[in-house]
């Protein structure tokens, strides 16, 4: 079991029980026994095998407290929805709105140069870090080349058929993620990496894909958080701009985890170098220390936000709450975390 | 516990654990352990004590059987939701642009119609039944004149302002309501009954007030139904045609369960004139009773619907399929079921 200082409660292992005791929340596992008061509690994951009483859904409800089940590698399986949440249908409606007015282009613009942007600040961290001079140039250039890339998105002039503009906006994220990736080999590839796979065989060759399969974590970790915020800003999480819709995808965290992924991607080489993800760990112990991480450290990140500094969790709840300023109205355009290098 | 033939799982009481054993549910409690095939589930609905394995709640998403935790008196507190639910986003869509482009005033105006005529025909039924001539000739005499009203509303224009439309057809409902609940003093006088009551107040004059609190469970137990549909079918359970939307208020479950009521009220009636419902009993025990029979008795009566005779819930279903063929264009109008004297 692990607790992070904002909030989230992560329940791992088998046996554990979870249930309400004057107006708190009791966990009991073999290891001992924990309480919580609620308002202490932002989040309750969990990844292992538990039971759960139905006075402690109730509550959890009551206190506004998530609740989410999800495989080990962090996939969300079930949420506890509370029968009130989402009741605010402006924010949806006006989501809607976007998708056809020329707005979703907008956004799905700003999210890839977000992303872009970051990609771009991550080549330069490590070129700036690389003893050998020629792998430190060509970290350098590609940044640069990146950077290019974004600047000609940033003058993408957005229109209205969303699935042109989608087309569009997504070969300048794929032309992006060919460079970016290029030179990532260079910073992952003393761990194994030779090219980013999304579904890497984690049976067969875990030991030798410790960096995708990482990557394909902390990315769930990621939606895991994002769709949280989605819902409680009554967004529809199936209504994407940038990732078109496909029955039962989360079209709309998927995009605006885009920006984050370069943050994850630093992230996750920073453990590979101070060994604390080993080649030949389990998949399942692998994604049991990411999860620790990715709770205690990465959600803890300070980053500047919109002029100030933010610990990263906060700033996803202010850049879900700056998308909807965008859809009401409020701003002419999206902010996107920047991670300097 | 309870056990409909149509696979609703009613677990009551205290101290019952739902878990998953061998790819089936098992339910062990005082009393005993059942167990269930998956496939012949369709929702567990909890509204005692009860503690669940998450084992279990991913067996339930992944096989498409409903969780939901109800107080005592049938009020949805909080729904288990697998993270893929609600994927189709056209019908959303197609619901939100009904809302501003006029079709929602039909929509509205068709459940109106479809209450008041089940209303009217209550009225007949127990006009037919009465052994007074005078009580007789009385509830004759209002069914007609709800028939006259939902004749000028059947004919009413819809029109584009939602806002105004929704007023002009609540009026019409007020002014029905008023009749219907007049003349139903007739049928519920013996058992108290005064005036319709949204909030009897169940601490003092539970006695005197079985007729309003055996409605307000009924009501809950058709709304928790119908918001199962609801979300079955992508819809957005907070956007109404005919109730305004306020932030938490599952306006459309509300406005769906509207032709319903009636049916609801004739079935609440049969149970007082059985002695199934007995003055002086506990709201919660009222509760235990009204539940059963709902789900072993209500939902599988049959109907004629749309030509043909099916169970209350299956009408209940393509019902909102109904609704979803209107909403892409498919139908020119919403049936509701019909309940004939």
Tied chains: 1, 2.
């Excluded at 309750?44 to 402690?56: E, F």
């Excluded at 906006?169 to 990532?184: F, G, L, T």
């Excluded at 940038?242 to 709309?252: F, I, Q, V, Y």
């Excluded at 399942?284 to 300070?302: S, W």
Aim: proline content about 3%; aromatic content about 10%; some cysteine.
């Amino acid at each position: 079991m692990i607790v992070s200082s904002l909030g989230h409660l992560i329940i791992e292992g088998y046996g554990v029980s979870l249930r309400k005791k004057r107006g708190r929340l009791l966990v009991v596992s073999s290891e001992g026994k924990w309480e919580f008061a609620f308002k202490n509690l932002r989040e309750i994951i969990i990844t292992g095998k538990a039971s759960i009483s139905t006075d402690l859904l109730k509550a959890l409800a009551f206190n506004g407290v998530d609740l989410i089940v999800t495989t080990y590698t962090g996939t969300p399986l079930v949420r506890l929805v509370p029968a009130r949440a989402g009741g605010t249908v402006r924010n949806r409606v006006e989501q809607y709105k976007c998708l056809e007015d020329g707005r979703g282009c907008i956004i799905a613009r700003d999210l890839i140069v977000g992303k872009g942007r970051n990609q771009a600040s991550n080549l330069r961290y490590y070129s700036k870090a690389r003893s050998s001079p020629s792998e430190s140039r060509e970290l350098y250039e590609k940044a640069s080349m990146i950077k290019e890339l974004v600047e000609k998105l940033k003058n993408y002039e957005p229109h209205g058929d969303l699935r042109v503009c989608r087309e569009e906006i997504m070969a300048y994220e794929a032309q992006i993620a060919n460079i970016y990736w290029d030179a990532m080999k260079i910073v992952y590839g003393e761990y194994g990496f030779r090219e980013r796979l999304k579904k890497p065989d984690i049976r067969e060759s875990a030991e030798m894909d410790i960096v995708n399969l990482s990557l394909n974590i902390g990315y769930n970790l990621l939606a895991g958080s994002l769709w949280k915020y989605v819902l409680r800003f009554g967004l529809d999480p199936f209504m994407g701009f940038l990732h078109a819709e496909r029955p039962g995808r989360l079209s709309l965290v998927y995009d605006l985890i885009e920006p984050y992924r370069p943050i994850l991607d630093r992230f996750i080489a920073s453990l590979l170098r101070t060994n604390t993800l080993k080649q030949g760990l389990e998949p399942k112990k692998l994604a049991v220390i990411l999860r620790e991480k990715y709770y205690k450290d990465f959600l803890n990140y300070k980053l500047k936000y919109r002029g100030r500094k933010y610990r990263l969790e906060t700033i996803m709840f202010l850049y879900v709450e700056d998308l909807v300023s965008f859809l009401i109205g409020r701003k002419s355009h999206v902010s996107t975390p920047y991670i300097a290098w």
